[in-house]
T-cell receptor, first 113, second 110 residues
Framework: AQTVTQSQPEMSVQEAETVTLSCTYD???????LFWYKQPPSRQMILVIR??????QNATENRFSVNFQKAAKSFSLKISDSQLGDAAMYFC??????????FGAGTQVVVTP | ETGVTQTPRHLVMGMTNKKSLKCEQH?????MYWYKQSAKKPLELMFV???????ENNSVPSRFSPECPNSSHLFLHLHTLQPEDSALYLC?????????FGPGTRLTVL
């Protein structure tokens, strides 16, 4: 069975600073996708970034980037130049060829002025 | 309308009521999903429909009954719910690996 683990219930960061959220996963598959979703107080689940397991290059989307370590089964998210609008719950998620998306428990990001 | 929409956004019901949640996707996707999000728990996948056929039922109690009449619409029929069923119910759709979520229905069972 696949599992996704987020060990940080909450992370605090000052505006303009950088924060890194950790995620580890367990799988025996070789082909899979990893995602980071953001859920602000509105509860709308928004895709932040995705990584295909077959790609060695780490994905980036503007201020968001990942550090994908396939052998270690690690998938961390870095938020650079943090903004107040980044405050939200962040979920790491995994899916394989079966298309079944599995989520971690989430990390609450608090951004302080 | 664009993306994935859900109605109603909030629902309060008694344990003896029957209600339905509706999800509609305007993305031309071929798969739709229901998730349950309870406080302090990871999102739980409830049902998956692919090409209007149910392909996943994650041991969900029979008081939850899904219906997918076509590839754009997904319903979740509710009856004789329990207070522990109070949660945010999220709908999603996909065409491939990436899922797009609706805004959710906040359900409170009294």
């Amino acid at each position: 069975a696949q599992t996704v683990t987020q060990s940080q219930p909450e992370m605090s960061v000052q505006e303009a600073e950088t924060v890194t959220l950790s995620c580890t996963y367990d799988t025996s598959e070789s082909d899979y996708y990893l995602f980071w979703y953001k859920q602000p107080p509105s509860r709308q689940m928004i895709l932040v970034i995705r990584q295909e397991a077959y790609k060695q290059q780490n994905a980036t989307e503007n201020r968001f980037s990942v550090n994908f370590q396939k052998a270690a089964k690690s998938f961390s998210l870095k938020i650079s130049d943090s903004q107040l609008g980044d405050a939200a719950m962040y979920f790491c998620a995994y899916t394989d060829s079966w298309g079944k998306l599995q989520f971690g428990a989430g990390t609450q990001v608090v951004v302080t002025p | 309308e664009t993306g994935v929409t859900q109605t109603p956004r909030h629902l309060v019901m008694g344990m003896t009521n029957k209600k339905s949640l509706k999800c509609e996707q305007h993305l031309g996707h071929n798969a739709m999903y229901w998730y349950k999000q309870s406080a302090k728990k990871p999102l739980e996948l409830m049902f998956v429909y692919s090409l209007e056929e149910r392909v996943e039922n994650n041991s969900v109690p029979s008081r939850f009954s899904p219906e997918c009449p076509n590839s754009s619409h997904l319903f979740l029929h509710l009856h004789t719910l329990q207070p522990e069923d109070s949660a945010l119910y999220l709908c999603a759709s996909s065409q491939g690996y990436e899922q797009f979520f609706g805004p959710g229905t906040r359900l409170t069972v009294l």
